[in-house]
């Protein structure tokens, strides 16, 4: 029996190189250079009301992160199964995400990439709660970016971001808010957007963060409503009279942020969203309600 965890629980099914089965029998090598050495990378696609959501943007940051590691890989082979993992399930007409991890495959053990091996690719769906989310809030922990400095790569070597996320969850919070060089790049698991004196500002794109998708989609709903976006990295010295907090991602879509929590100390607070995140939070749920399989 595979352990569990509360809250938590398996899919039925997983997708395991293009053939389907149940999880507790899905193998491959402990020579696999994902498990080995996190030679692996991964994607987690949204489905609206079944429908999916910016699958080619998905596509395409799955591209940038193969051509980073020198890893040839035929993408466009995994569509059928991403849409096979929600219309496969119980939940073909709801909201889910789909899990795609793409590893290297089985190789010797080496500290350089194998000129040959099989890659392994994993797919599975899951339910996941994303209607209403502008109903819902985060409060987070400000710690320092302790991760490398290729976070660019969407890499399954996620041990860092889980280490400084760990420390959110022990503290009852939502989510880790990171900085380096004191300026803020990202949080452990989402982008982050600041709001101050009505003018919006975002890390700008490079190895020091993730390029998101659903940060790619505000952006452009910041221009389309003719909002103010700059994306400039915002600096620990200007919290003092922040206006608005947002996180944004896959699953997060874009989230309201009430406090933050910095060395015991609450450094910001807002009980509910303010004008600039409501607005994009309106016009997000519009696009991904319209969305087109």
């Known amino acids: 029996m595979l352990p569990q965890i509360p809250g938590k629980s398996y899919p039925n099914e997983v ?13 491959i090598s402990v020579f696999d250079r994902g498990f080995m050495l996190g030679d692996a990378l991964y994607e987690v696609i ?31 082979k995994l569509v059928p199964f991403i849409l096979q993992a929600v219309e496969r399930s119980s939940y073909a007409e709801e909201d889910a995400a789909v899990y795609l991890q793409l590893s290297r495959g089985t190789a010797p053990r080496t500290h350089f990439f194998p000129q040959s091996s099989e890659p392994n690719f994993l797919v599975y769906s899951f339910p996941v709660k994303l209607k209403d989310f502008e109903q819902r809030s985060w409060r987070l922990l400000l710690a320092e970016d302790i991760r490398w400095h290729r976070c660019d790569i969407k890499t399954t070597s996620y041990l860092a971001n889980t280490m400084l996320n760990d420390e959110s969850h022990r503290l009852g919070l939502d989510e880790t808010l990171l900085f380096r060089d004191g300026k803020i790049t990202e949080g452990s698991h989402s982008t982050a957007f600041f709001v101050k004196d009505n003018v919006i500002y975002t890390h700008p794109e490079g190895p020091e963060i993730l390029s998101g998708i659903t940060r790619k989609i505000v952006i452009d709903l910041c221009r389309e409503l003719s909002l103010d976006i700059r994306e400039e990295s915002y ?9 608005e907090v947002f996180l944004t991602g896959t699953t997060t879509q874009v989230m309201m942020i009430t406090d933050i929590f910095f060395e015991g100390s609450k450094i910001f607070s807002r009980p509910e969203a303010g004008p600039v995140t409501q607005k994009l939070q309106k016009a997000f749920k519009e696009k991904t309600r319209n969305c087109q399989a």
């Open 235 to 243: 600096r620990l010295e200007d919290f003092e009279n922040l206006d």
């Open 46 to 76: 949204p489905f609206y009301d079944g429908k999916v959501f910016a699958l080619e943007e998905h596509l395409d940051r799955l591209k940038y992160s193969l051509s980073q590691i020198r890893f040839d890989f035929e993408v466009k």
């Open 15 to 27: 997708c395991l190189n293009g053939e389907w089965m149940k999880p507790e029998e899905a193998q």
